[in-house]
């Protein structure tokens, strides 16, 4: 289990190398303190669960620099656009559920010039509330 002399020697000798390594790489000094930070923590939980971590600086800085990775890949993915989707498909898609909800049947349903027409749901609703004459 980690001790606070353990967390003290680490911050006063490891920390400040250790975040200037990852500000290189991320070049942003908040963000690699942050990333150190959080490694440093997921160290404390670890050692209060039982694991046993033999050198606290090496596993900072592993842990750390994976943050870093992951926030690298979460970042590149969020700019990566959608295969397939190209920027006019949003309006043809907003369309079409507009369609579907403003005459509360599919689009296929409205006839020429937006006027409705009869189609399957709405025939088999007019046949079920008015019977056949003459008969």
Request: aromatic residues 6%.
């Amino acid at each position: 289990m980690l001790d606070d002399t353990t967390i003290r020697e680490f911050l006063r000798d490891d920390y400040p190398r250790l975040v200037n390594a990852v500000a290189l790489l991320t070049g942003d000094l908040p963000s690699a303190e942050d990333a150190v930070q959080e490694a440093l923590v997921r160290a404390w939980i670890r050692s209060d669960r039982g694991d046993v971590i033999e050198s606290l600086p090496a596993w900072v800085t592993v842990v750390a620099m994976n943050l870093t990775r992951s926030g690298w890949r979460r970042v590149t993915a969020e700019r990566r656009p959608v295969p397939g989707w190209h920027p006019r498909m949003r309006a043809m898609t907003s369309a079409a559920s507009t369609a579907w909800t403003s005459n509360g049947r599919s689009p296929d349903c409205r006839g020429v010039n937006g006027r409705s027409r009869s189609c399957a749901t709405s025939s088999r609703w007019t046949r079920a509330k008015w019977p056949m004459r003459g008969g």
